[in-house]
């Protein structure tokens, strides 16, 4: 069974940082596009940000500016550095690996008081 390792959520006051990091087998992560989705209660899981095999990024609108996401193909790790947290950015974030299969993280919970 693939294993997608969460880790770097918590609690935040409003306008703090935060960092998750996703560690993947390295034969799925070389060949996935990797990102992070998150879910609110009561909502829809919606996509955070993305970054491709080769590099590029995709962000929502609601993180442009305060969220990057990056790759680390020696660990085989994706991170998402997350700046000026807002309490809507609260949510579970779960990561993501597609490629010819999709995969799930079990879901980090991320919280921000105001």
């Known amino acids: 069974q693939v294993q997608l390792v969460e880790s770097g959520g918590g609690l935040v006051q409003a306008g703090g940082s935060l960092r998750l990091s996703c560690t993947a087998p390295?034969?799925?992560?070389?060949?996935?596009?990797m990102g992070w989705y998150r879910q609110a209660p009561g909502k829809q899981r919606d996509l955070v940000a993305t970054?491709?095999?080769?590099?590029?990024?995709n962000y929502a609108d609601s993180v442009k500016g305060r969220f990057t996401i990056s790759r680390d193909s020696a660990r085989s790790t994706v991170n998402l550095q997350m700046n000026s947290l807002k309490p809507e950015d609260t949510a579970v974030y779960y990561c993501?690996?597609?490629?010819?299969?999709?995969?799930w993280g079990r879901g980090t919970q991320v919280t921000v008081a105001s």
């Open positions: 993501n690996a597609r490629g010819g299969l999709t995969f």
């Open positions: 970054v491709s095999a080769g590099g590029s990024t």
């Open positions: 390295g034969i799925i992560f070389s060949a996935s596009t």
